[in-house]
């Protein structure tokens, strides 16, 4: 069974940094590309940064700068690191893994962004 888990999310001040988490299992996370998306009150579902098998990065022009994916796959872990956080940055951020045919997706982690 798949099972993506997203830790790290909270309550920080603006201009304050951030690390998310998201622990994979069920699936060989090696062989998966991995992304996160954030989703704001009342916005659609955004993708903030993806990372491939062989780690390259990529998202949003308006994402780089602040916010760095990466992952670890001797924990199965993929990782953002937000910086200089912004009001604007409140979001539920959700990670995600596409696995051969496969889309999944965690349940999100809250990040309010207020001082």
């Known amino acids: 069974q798949v099972q993506l888990v997203e830790s790290g999310g909270g309550l920080v001040q603006p201009g304050r940094p951030l690390r998310l988490s998201c622990a994979a299992s069920?699936?060989?996370?090696?062989?998966?590309?991995m992304s996160w998306f954030r989703q704001a009150p009342g916005k659609g579902r955004e993708l903030v940064a993806s990372i491939s098998t062989g780690g390259s990065t990529n998202g949003p022009d308006s994402m780089k700068g602040r916010f760095t994916i990466s992952r670890d796959n001797t924990k199965n872990t993929v990782y953002l690191q937000m910086n200089n956080l912004e009001p604007d940055d409140t979001a539920v951020y959700y990670c995600?893994?596409?696995?051969?045919?496969?889309?999944?997706w965690g349940q999100g982690t809250q990040v309010t962004v207020s001082s």
């Open positions: 069920g699936f060989t996370f090696s062989a998966a590309a």
């Open positions: 995600y893994a596409r696995y051969g045919f496969g889309e999944y």
